[in-house]
């Protein structure tokens, strides 16, 4: 099984010279190969492959010594990452490969061989003598990979990848007893299909005049101070994000064997510019990501449901879909059984039977109380007996 482990690094004043050479390099050549195979398109409709784009940087080196400066792998890795962009937006999966940028994101280069830890030193080409790293959890496994980056605010972390002699471990059969249901939301990040609800932090609300201080600050005084306050506190956002997504994915993995959620379009849902912020500052994606690998690491199932399945609009009692249900009505009251339901509650306890359904191979049908349950039951009172117990 692959596994990452992340450390800061603290590199010397020559090191972090070479290290910023790696990554202007690798820029360089990746916006450099880039444009290179959008002209060769436009002009002779030729897809030039990876490996020709190879061939050619030989040259190129000769014209340009401070490549030879750097690792020739990161170089050729470069390529590689644009090869899977250009793969990836032909199949649907991401958008059409943009330049790199020095003062946007993450600056990152990638070293796939010859990666050492030793004496609390990172061992890599370039770096025989090995740059310190602060190593706050053992590494285990064999490395195969390591990929340097810096942030903003002018840190640098290394991830490190290994592959365990661990087996990934078998998944439970799923029942109705060991499946949880969650509903992600905007007022409580979440809410299980057991009534447990996790408040949502809202760390970018809870900084966000601090923040609209330093912008308009740096607006008008763009100077390395300002703007040094403005990279630290998205930082802090950032950092106090992640923190929360991964106790809650750990959390969740740890204490249940299958869990249930939607398959949410959160790029489609941001377009709504009302709710734009909330969502963003959720990171639902980045949160279901995170409980996917971790499911594989512990062996727990995850299931997920259609993104136009009605979880909120059916009642979860008799299963009658309320059309004219609308996103403001958060506790709603069903025609057809008079039982009143909140409604994030009442979705975490659809989509945990909807996945269990869809399981079972039944059919959808347009009345969540005409559907089979586990049992292949198509009896409303045997769909509430499921729901009760």
Partial sequence: MLKSYKYRIYPTKNQEILLNKHLGSVRFLYNLALETKKEAWKKSGVSLSRYEL?????????????????????????????????????????????????????????????????????????????????IHRELEGQIRQATISKTPTGKYFVSILVKTNNEQP??????????????????????????????????????????????????KYRGKKN???LQ????KIKNKRKDFLHKVSSELVRENQSIALEDLNVSGMVKNHKLAKSISDASWSTFVRMLEYKADWY?????????????????????????????????????????????????AVNIKLFSLNNLSGGPRLENHGELPSVEGVKTHEAHRSLVSG
């Fill in 227 to 229: 703007k040094k306050k």
């Fill in 299 to 347: 062996g727990v199932n995850v299931m997920k449901i259609g993104r136009f399945e009605p979880s909120s609009k059916t009642c979860s009692e008799c299963g009658n879909v309320n059309q004219k249900l609308e996103l403001k009505d958060r506790i709603w009251t069903c025609d057809s059984c008079n039982t009143t339901l909140d409604r994030d509650l009442n979705a």
């Fill in 54 to 134: 190879s061939r050619q940087t030989k040259d190129l080196k000769e014209d340009l010594d401070w490549l030879k400066e750097v690792n020739s792998q990161s170089l050729q890795s470069a390529l590689k990452n644009l090869d899977d962009a250009y793969t990836n937006f032909f199949k649907g999966r991401s958008k059409f490969p943009r330049y790199k940028s020095k003062s946007k994101g993450r600056q990152s280069f990638n070293v796939p061989q010859n990666v050492k830890l030793v004496n609390n030193k990172l061992v890599i080409p370039k770096f025989k003598e090995g740059i310190n790293v602060k």
């Fill in 232 to 235: 630290n506190l998205h930082e």
């Fill in 170 to 219: 078998p998944k439970p059969e799923v029942t109705e007893s060991n499946t949880i249901g969650i509903d992600l939301g905007i007022k409580d990040f979440l809410i299980t299909s057991d009534g447990q609800t996790i408040d949502n932090p809202k760390h970018l609300r809870e900084l966000e005049s601090k923040l609209k201080f330093i912008q308009r600050r740096y607006s």
